[in-house]
């Protein structure tokens, strides 16, 4: 059996994709997600027997249990094209949204999980002519990871690839 932490989880869709594709040779362990009505979604769509956690950046690794593939999807909005492109130094209500990839790093830098599997969007990969992802990448090789990257387009998966596919779908609290 895999265990797998959901970090910036929202309403649990990449956690649904992994479920889909493991069943039951994936347990999630742990989550992490501190937008209180994400939160409540997600516990609408996944019955786990822990609390989610709030803010990933007050959580230490060591309250982290052992884990083997690390989900993910640390936020976008600091290199959307849709944005404000801020990257590394966006700043929302205080925080910066643009750093929190960081936390991954920190985490799977002490776990050592077997897989990293970071999502995001496009603009991530040409922010700032490319040095924004140049130093996730590094950022990955150093705690000794390979890193693969695929852009991908939503639209060559099918209308449900977004909100959830087969016997499960994502449900909106």
Partial sequence: M??????????????LGFEQAFGEDLKTVFVSEWDEHAQKTYKANFADDFEIAGDITKISENDIPDFDICLAGFPCQAFSLAGQRKGF???YKGMSRGTLFFDVARI???????VIFCENVKGLTIHDKGRTFNIITNTLKEIGYTPFEKVLNSRDFGRHFCCGMGKKELRYA
């Fill in 89 to 91: 130094a966006d700043d």
């Fill in 2 to 15: 895999l265990k797998s932490i959901d970090l910036f989880a929202g309403i649990g869709g990449i956690r």
């Fill in 108 to 114: 799977c830098d002490k776990k050592k999980p077997k």
